[in-house]
């Protein structure tokens, strides 16, 4: 079992940053990819980013060019650095586990915590 707790949402403006963390315990060892997906107002779940065991990065559209995912292994952390936020990247924010992917299939991800908001509004 893997167990995971996202931090650092909150209400920003537009172009602001932020920072997410994910803290994970437990069998961590059996953990391929470490990935974040968000889910918004009436919009289903879609990947944002994914880092692999071996610190290679995959970043959804929604990510490119303004996130950056990043492990750090001696804190069992995973973060999602956000810039240049815009109102549309408003959503529930999860930090997932997968065991063997695929990397970007929600349905790959055993392990899921409990979601930390992010709003994006003037």
């Known amino acids: 079992q893997v167990q995971l707790v996202e931090s650092g949402g909150g209400l920003v403006q537009p172009g602001d940053s932020l920072r997410l963390s994910c803290a994970a315990s437990?069998?961590?060892?059996?953990?391929?990819?470490w990935g974040w997906f968000r889910q918004g107002p009436g919009k289903e779940r879609e990947f944002v980013a994914a880092?692999?065991?071996?610190?290679?990065?995959w970043y959804g559209d929604p990510a490119k060019g303004r996130f950056v995912i990043a492990r750090d292994n001696t804190k069992n952390t995973v973060y999602l650095q956000m810039n240049r936020l815009m109102p549309e990247d408003t959503a529930v924010y999860y930090c997932?586990?997968?065991?063997?992917?695929?990397?970007?299939?929600?349905?790959?991800?055993?392990?899921w915590g409990q979601g930390t908001q992010v709003a994006v509004s003037s």
């Open positions: 880092i692999s065991r071996e610190d290679g990065a």
């Open positions: 997932a586990a997968s065991e063997n992917g695929p990397i970007s299939d929600l349905r790959s991800y055993n392990f």
């Open positions: 437990g069998r961590t060892f059996s953990v391929v990819y």
